[in-house]
């Protein structure tokens, strides 16, 4: 599956605003090395933690990934990024039981 997540843009939007990892980590919540591992693509922050963490840098979901997406997909995750856990945890079953039946 492919996914649309740089951890390496994220990275340099984190340094243009002037916060370290360390800060970073320390207001989200998360280990630094947590935030390392996004950073570094060894992994993918959930949308609830992707948006907060951009919320702080002064930013949001479809601004981070701009034109790496189409119109369609930007929408999506401009609405997922304003639902609730519990609503992204039923989309997500809703999505996975549409893919499981195409098997």
């Not at 992994?43 to 919320?55: M, R, T, Y």
């Not at 790496?68 to 929408?75: Q, V």
Request: aromatic share 8%; charged share 25%; hydrophobic share 35%.
């Amino acid at each position: 599956m492919k996914h649309y997540f740089k951890g390496e843009k994220l990275r340099k939007l984190r340094k243009s605003r002037g916060i370290t990892a360390a800060e970073l980590s320390a207001k989200m919540g998360f280990s630094q090395s947590y935030i390392n591992h996004f950073e570094t693509d060894r992994a993918v922050p959930n949308v609830n933690a992707l948006g907060e963490i951009l919320k702080y840098l002064g930013t949001d979901i479809p601004s981070f990934f701009g034109d790496e997406l189409d119109s369609n997909k930007r929408t999506l995750l401009n609405t997922i990024s304003q639902l609730s856990e519990e609503q992204i945890v039923l989309l997500t079953e809703l999505l996975q039981s549409f893919s499981s039946s195409k098997k």
